[in-house]
């Protein structure tokens, strides 16, 4: 897929707001305060080093985990590449490990508003990934007085989505375990938005909700070796000061881990035979994430009619970028495409691989798009 769809899908993901205006019956759920809330505890403190690799020794020092055993770093650029982007390591402490992570703003204290809705949800708070510490240090050869922060977590062992989705050889022979692993995904971000709903009261399109991840990708999944999913990312959860809306949010996931999950293809946009089985699975796979999670969201009962609404946003999103046109959807009009903020370039995460970019693919006609599009989603609308 060339630059400027890769652009595009970046573009209208940061943009689209809710097109369709369909009400569904409101579930009635009292609003809960961020004031209410008891923040839970996360260890803070100061490293006296000063470069990435002795601060991340010091913090795991300061954490007693090299007491019991000496302790390994592993620079996880040297392991994955993708992750060249960042300073990530992992602790090997005998049978314990830690996930280390650098940023320049305090990320994990920044999540503790978000911490403290999952304390009352233990299956929940087990699927996304939590901080343990965060300590600021400052950086050799860095701006004076400039802080940086070293947060630490639990080590998740197992693939990514992405990893796993790369991995498939025959996509058909795969079906049921696919299907089975986006009907937990949907069911997990139901449950998620719903337990940090703030207007529950109102029609889906307008529902917003505290406990959104708003750039959910198949990077920042793991599916562990017991088969639980975990979101390891918690820069992009939604501030306690302004929830996210939770249809245009989960439209967004189905397009980013539905149709451009795996690093290798994007099947729906290609005219390649290494497609076509893909396109097999896609609309059972389709089908369990979008009908899991309206299902969990708003009950069976009203689940018919979101499944409907979420098919068609999707469905018309995706013929977007197909065309690569760019809509100002806040607007509601099409124009020219116009240039991303710096800022969003560099924080927003691709939201599709470029296959044509190293000669790899082609894009299908408006016939055949519309055709696929039948087969996937036709069905769910």
């Not at 062992?157 to 058909?172: N, S, W």
């Not at 562990?224 to 809306?245: G, H, M």
């Not at 240039?339 to 691989?353: F, G, I, R």
């Amino acid at each position: 897929m060339d630059k400027r769809r890769e652009k595009l899908a970046t573009t209208a993901m940061v943009n689209w707001v809710a097109v369709l205006g369909l009400s569904l019956l409101s579930i009635q759920a009292p609003a809960q305060s961020t004031d209410q809330l008891e923040k839970p505890a996360l260890i803070t403190g100061q490293l006296e080093k000063g470069t990435p690799q002795d601060a991340a020794r010091e913090l795991v020092e300061k954490l007693g985990y090299a007491q019991s055993a000496p302790c390994k770093l592993v620079f996880l650029r040297d392991e994955n590449p993708d992750l060249a982007f960042g300073e990530f390591f992992r602790a090997e402490c005998g049978e314990k490990e830690l996930f280390l992570k650098f940023s320049d703003k305090p990320i994990a204290q920044s999540f503790l508003p978000t911490m403290a809705f999952l304390e009352s949800e233990p299956e929940l708070s087990a699927s996304i990934l939590q901080p343990l510490a965060e300590f600021s240090f400052k950086r050799k050869g860095g701006k004076q007085d400039a802080e940086e922060y070293c947060s630490a977590y639990p080590w998740v062992a197992g693939d990514t989505l992405e990893a796993l989705l790369d991995k498939v050889d025959d996509p058909e022979q795969e079906a049921e375990y696919l299907t089975g692993v986006y009907r937990q995904l949907g069911k997990l971000l139901a449950e998620m938005h719903g337990a940090g709903l703030v207007n529950a009261d109102k029609p889906l399109a307008e529902w917003k909700s505290h406990l959104v991840q708003r750039d959910l990708h198949s990077r920042n999944l793991k599916i562990t070796p017991d088969k639980r999913i975990v979101i390891l990312d918690i820069d992009s959860f939604a501030s306690q000061r302004e929830p996210a809306p939770v249809q245009k949010t989960f439209v967004l996931d189905v397009v980013r881990l539905v149709f451009a999950g795996g690093k290798k293809e994007e099947p729906i946009f290609e005219d390649l035979p290494s497609a076509q089985p893909w396109m097999a699975v896609l609309p059972g796979v389709a089908e369990a994430m979008v009908t899991s999670y309206c299902q969990t969201l708003v009950g069976e009962d009203k689940a018919v009619a979101c499944v409907s609404q979420v098919a068609n946003l999707v469905h018309d999103l995706l013929w977007k970028l197909h065309k690569r046109e760019y809509v100002d959807f806040e607007e509601g009009e099409e124009g020219e495409e116009g240039e991303e903020d710096e800022e969003d370039e560099e924080d927003e995460e691709d939201t599709m691989s470029s296959g044509d970019e190293e000669g790899t693919g082609s894009s299908v006609s408006d016939e055949e798009m519309t055709r696929r599009l039948g087969v996937v989603l036709g069905p769910l609308r």
